[in-house]
């Protein structure tokens, strides 16, 4: 039984194809079967009708949909804005960008034009096992043509969604230390690689180090595709993750089309408020919608 609250999902995708390329789909790199033996059963077209199809039932009142590697990042920015101002959905979007790349000073300026574009991308996870490198390089964050970039992003004001594992969490601290105006959503909980005992002690370490910067803000997407989707698989994660930094600092997200292969979203919202114990009413509202309306700029009560 859901509790009541107001639910702004931060974080899902859309898939627009035939219309749009997705490299991923075509050539199928093996880390994404290691995470999801599945995955590929949500590598269809994806429109907001789906989505909202996989949420009816659920209080979402305002979501915001995040790039999904498509060929052309600019075009499918372009896209979502279309889907924004037809549909309404979503509300907001957290675009790619390659901050390494020749054009990306013209990309942030094409994202300027649209106002749907709230924040923006790139993933950096790096790890010893070449089957968990979901990012081109390993290098990133110590490369002064890519800080360069970055440089780029917080001119633009935009916030930056930062993909990294635990494990790179300590590489993180100078640039989002240099950067203090931008704020950085760490997703995926700061992704711990190791769900041992031990593993859990380093991964706790390493968000309270980080969580010690005010503009970091943590977002749990995809808990179901890390942790599984048992209450005892989850609880101690998200409550650890809660404690440490607050819920005005903590935003739920369903990271759907890939996390609807594991759970429903009845399921999802009742086992995470399971996970969550006594959370009070307003740190409920804080969790379930309140960080992410401030984060990624939505007006109260948005639809």
């Not at 009541?4 to 050539?27: C, G, K, M, R, T």
């Not at 106002?115 to 996870?125: F, M």
């Not at 650890?240 to 089309?257: E, V």
């Not at 399971?274 to 309140?290: I, P, V």
Request: hydrophobic share 45%; proline share 6%.
């Amino acid at each position: 039984m859901l509790r009541e609250v107001d639910i702004v999902d931060a974080h899902h995708h859309f898939i627009n194809l035939p219309d749009l390329e997705y490299p991923w789909i075509d050539s199928r790199p093996p880390a994404l079967t290691a995470l999801l033996p599945n995955y590929y059963d949500a590598a269809h077209r994806y429109l907001p009708h789906d989505y909202r199809a996989q949420v009816e039932g659920a209080p979402v009142t305002a979501s915001v949909a995040c790039e999904f590697g498509a060929a052309d990042s600019v075009a499918e920015a372009v896209w979502i804005q279309h889907c924004a101002d037809r549909v309404g959905v979503p509300n907001a979007f957290i675009a790619a960008v390659q901050l390494d790349s020749d054009d990306r000073a013209s990309v942030l300026a094409r994202y300027r034009d649209l106002p749907v574009v709230r924040a923006v991308r790139q993933p950096l996870y790096w790890a010893a096992d070449p089957i968990k490198r979901l990012g081109a390089r390993g290098d990133y964050l110590s490369d002064p043509a890519w800080l360069r970039g970055f440089e780029q992003v917080a001119d633009a004001g935009l916030v930056w969604d930062l993909l990294v594992y635990d494990e790179q969490l300590p590489a993180t601290h100078e640039l989002i230390a240099a950067f203090p105006e931008t704020t950085f959503v760490l997703e995926a909980v700061g992704w711990p690689v190791d769900l041992t005992a031990e593993g859990f002690s380093r991964w706790e370490e390493r968000i309270t180090a980080v969580s010690r910067f005010p503009n970091v803000v943590l977002k749990l997407q995809g808990i179901a595709l890390i942790f599984g989707t048992s209450l005892e698989g989850i609880g101690k994660w998200i409550r650890t993750a809660l404690s440490i930094f607050g819920a005005g600092r903590c935003m739920f997200a369903s990271h759907y089309p890939i996390d609807h292969l594991l759970w429903d979203t009845e399921t999802m919202v009742s086992t995470v408020q399971a996970a969550l114990g006594d959370l009070s009413s307003t740190e409920q509202a804080h969790f379930f919608g309140e960080t992410a309306r401030r984060v990624y700029r939505l007006p109260a009560g948005d639809a």
